[in-house]
């Protein structure tokens, strides 16, 4: 891609007549408290007291302010037709397909069940760590469960940081790379047990009637009272039906988590949901050794929960099930032949969801899914964690940098209901965007990154993106204006 080619969200000139928590499974005490305002000025009320808290925390919102915009009256084909088998990297969607969030804030969402990664950091044993670690990596993908909205692409120097007291982390990330977008995140833990970091460049693909997500880039967790590190890549996410028909999400590939230290690895299938939507959400794999020694096998759904289980027990209970299944291998040939007959012009059947994950006996559960608040599906199908993403406390501004994704117009505007305003800030800040580059190249001037900079993994030895330090230190004076 060439330094003249430009990336945009939004339809210029749109134009709409319809413009208008808590976490049970985790409970750490936490000894570094952080707090966003050191001047204590922008959370205090009227008597100089601090907001009402349920048990020791700040509260977050539990709804968004306005509920989601229908997409019904907007079609993509006249847009992707001529997109088959492409990298959608210059393609203008209608604002309406978006969901009131920066992909900043999207990564985020990895942090959604980080108790997990306090878990991992409390267990003796490798093996029992490797489970946690790998609850985590499957956890950090469920929140994308009927997120069928597509986040706005961050701007050049856009950064996004959250803190939770609550749940023991502070997250930073900043978009580093325009062509192609690259965004980087580092967080920690308050208490000092882990350090969680990345560069994400994902490849949007179209292939006639789905848009697939390819997560470029190298996940590493070091759980630091151990001294190991642990790497991956994510799945690849698959939106069906874009043109026609309900949307569908499916995850799919293999997923590696290795510990560098041990050698260790945990191999994780996420299976496509082949015929009849038998293999729809799941998961299967093992941990072995760095003999390849299978240890323990896991299963389970990515939107639901994780079980693990020894080999021998996994094994014997599969023997017992394709026994049943040859049984059934007449229908299941019927089933194909007139699936085949079916054209390829409609659209693709929505899988209809097995019933739960079937527990082997002695299985030990890892990792299971939060419940959603009631009212998701008005606020793009956001988890409880999500919806608090975007939320802006009184004078919160006068700490954050001024380009936290939270001060974007456009998101705000989307976020608050107002769709004209959200597509005119857009088209705005995409020319802004567009003007500052003309005028870096009048100047030869090459753009800076801010909190993170380009390097090597410590551990893989592959590209990455690294956290250059102190952006808690919050002297932002030399931020760029990108609103």
């Not at 020694?293 to 079980?307: H, N």
């Not at 899914?369 to 199908?381: D, G, W």
Request: glycine share 6%; net charge negative; aromatic share 10%.
């Amino acid at each position: 891609m060439n330094g003249e080619e430009e990336f945009f969200d939004a339809v210029t000139g749109f134009d709409s007549d319809n413009s208008s928590g808590e976490f049970s499974e985790t409970n750490q005490k936490v000894t570094g408290k952080i707090d966003l305002d050191p001047s204590n000025s922008t959370r205090t009320g009227k008597s100089g007291e601090r907001p009402p808290r349920e048990n020791g925390v700040q509260k977050h919102r539990t709804a968004l302010p306005a509920p989601m915009f229908t997409r019904s009256d907007f079609s993509v084909w006249s847009i992707l037709k001529k997109c088959i088998g492409l990298e959608l990297s210059k393609i203008t969607m209608p604002i309406a397909f978006n969901e009131p969030l920066s992909f900043l804030q999207r990564i985020t969402e990895y942090m959604e069940h980080v108790y997990l990664i306090h878990k991992a950091s409390r267990q003796p044993q490798p093996l029992e760590r490797m489970q946690a670690v790998a609850a985590f990596a499957v956890s950090a993908v469920a929140s994308q469960w009927e997120r069928t909205g597509k986040p706005f692409n961050p701007l050049l120097g856009e950064t996004y940081e959250l803190i939770r007291e609550d749940l023991g982390f502070r997250f930073i990330s900043e978009q580093v790379s325009h062509h192609p977008p690259v965004s980087a995140f580092y967080s920690e833990g308050l208490s000092q047990d882990f350090v969680f970091h990345g560069s994400i460049y994902p490849k949007l693909k179209f292939w006639g009637k789905s848009v697939e997500a390819e997560p470029r880039g190298t996940i590493t967790l070091e759980l630091l009272r151990h001294d190991e590190a642990y790497t991956w890549t994510n799945p690849t996410c698959c939106v069906h039906n874009v043109i026609i028909g309900k949307l569908w999400i499916e995850q799919y590939g293999t997923v590696e988590i290795l510990n560098h230290r041990t050698g260790d690895k945990c191999v994780l299938n996420f299976r496509p949901c082949g015929l009849f939507g038998k293999e729809l959400h799941r998961v299967e794999g093992h941990i072995q050794d760095k003999n390849k020694k299978k240890l323990f096998m896991i299963y389970g759904k990515w939107t639901e929960c994780l079980w693990g289980i020894d080999p021998s027990s996994y094994e014997s209970f599969k023997k017992q099930e394709r026994r049943g299944d040859h049984q059934r291998k007449a229908k299941l040939d019927d089933g194909l032949e007139k699936a085949n007959e079916v054209s390829g012009d409609v659209a693709d059947d929505v899988p209809v969801a097995q019933e739960t994950v079937q527990v082997i006996p002695g299985s030990k559960l890892l990792w299971r899914i939060n419940s959603r608040p009631p009212n998701s599906a008005q606020m793009y199908n956001f988890t409880s964690f999500t919806v608090s993403l975007n939320e802006l406390e009184s004078g919160m501004e006068k700490t954050l940098p001024p380009t936290d994704c939270r001060l974007r117009p456009d998101i705000r505007g989307m976020e608050n209901g107002n769709m004209d305003l959200a597509s005119q800030e857009k088209e705005r800040l995409e020319e802004k965007q567009r003007e500052a580059r003309r005028e870096r190249a009048k100047e030869e001037a090459e753009w800076r990154t801010r909190w993170f900079y380009p390097g090597d993994n410590p551990h893989t030895g592959t590209p990455d993106w690294l956290y250059a330090g102190d952006y808690f230190e919050r002297n932002f004076s030399d931020c760029p204006d990108i609103y």
